[in-house]
């Protein structure tokens, strides 16, 4: 099955910097990449993603890379912001699978 | 808006003991999954449903099944807990049919096995 691996595993940024989290994925296969930003005792919700046939993808602050050739996917948020501070996954899924893989998590803290 | 609850935020349970939890999504999703969620290791797939009465292993099926009657109900069962499923169990539901789609989740269930 996929593998997808996620680092790092903690981030700490100072207010208003940049974050990047990356993703790397076993399968070849796979074509949708999704984001998920859990904050604390809450439930994991979506907040972005990119399907194979797109290199890049951006809403608002956050945006998403993809290289299929390298397998691997990024996470970019710019001008962090307090309420950016959760744990982020990122995971993979293969065309006609319903299945997602998901990587470990990082957790961001954003420092004021 | 999809909303997807569980039956339960917090659950204490011995060991030998058989234990549901219960999910429901109120949009109509075709497809319904199961999660265990550890610190440092994600969210670990134990079995998902694309239909009623149709179940597929995932990563983690030992030691679990379940059951879906109707579409809007998934139900996780743990036949003898035990103290190594001691975990977050989350739930989610997703609309599409013939790929992947956004899942939404339902707040968890913090099981604790003593």
């Known amino acids: 099955g996929e593998n997808v691996e996620q680092h790092p595993s903690t981030l700490s940024v100072q207010e208003g910097d940049s974050a990047v989290i990356k993703c790397t994925y076993s399968?070849?296969?796979?074509?949708?990449f999704p984001w998920y930003k859990q904050e604390l005792g809450k439930r994991p919700q979506l907040i972005i993603d990119?399907?194979?046939?797109?290199g890049e993808k951006k809403d608002q602050r956050i945006a998403v890379t993809l290289n299929k050739t390298a397998k691997h996917f990024s996470l970019h948020i710019t001008e962090t912001q307090p309420e950016d501070s959760a744990v982020y996954f990122c995971?993979?899924?293969?065309?006609?699978?319903?299945?997602?893989?998901f990587g470990a998590g990082t957790t961001v803290t954003v420092r004021a | 808006d999809v909303k997807v609850t569980q039956s339960s935020r917090y659950l204490v349970k011995r060991t030998g003991e058989k234990v549901f939890l219960e999910c429901v999504q109120d949009?109509?999703?075709?497809?319904m999954f199961w999660y265990r969620q550890d610190p440092g290791l994600g969210l670990r797939l134990i079995y998902f449903?694309?239909?009623?009465?149709?179940?597929e292993k995932g990563d983690i099926p030992e030691g679990y099944s379940v059951s879906r009657e109707k579409k809007e109900r998934f139900s996780l069962i743990l036949e003898s807990a035990s103290t190594n499923q001691t975990s977050m169990y989350l739930c989610?539901?997703?609309?599409?049919?013939?790929?992947?789609?956004?899942?939404?989740f339902g707040p968890g269930t913090r099981l604790t096995v003593l």
């Open positions: 949009m109509d999703h075709e497809n």
């Open positions: 995971a993979a899924s293969m065309r006609n699978d319903y299945k997602l893989s």
């Open positions: 449903s694309y239909d009623v009465k149709m179940k």
């Open positions: 989610a539901s997703s609309l599409l049919t013939g790929g992947p789609d956004t899942q939404y």
């Open positions: 399968d070849s296969a796979s074509n949708y």
């Open positions: 990119i399907r194979s046939n797109v």
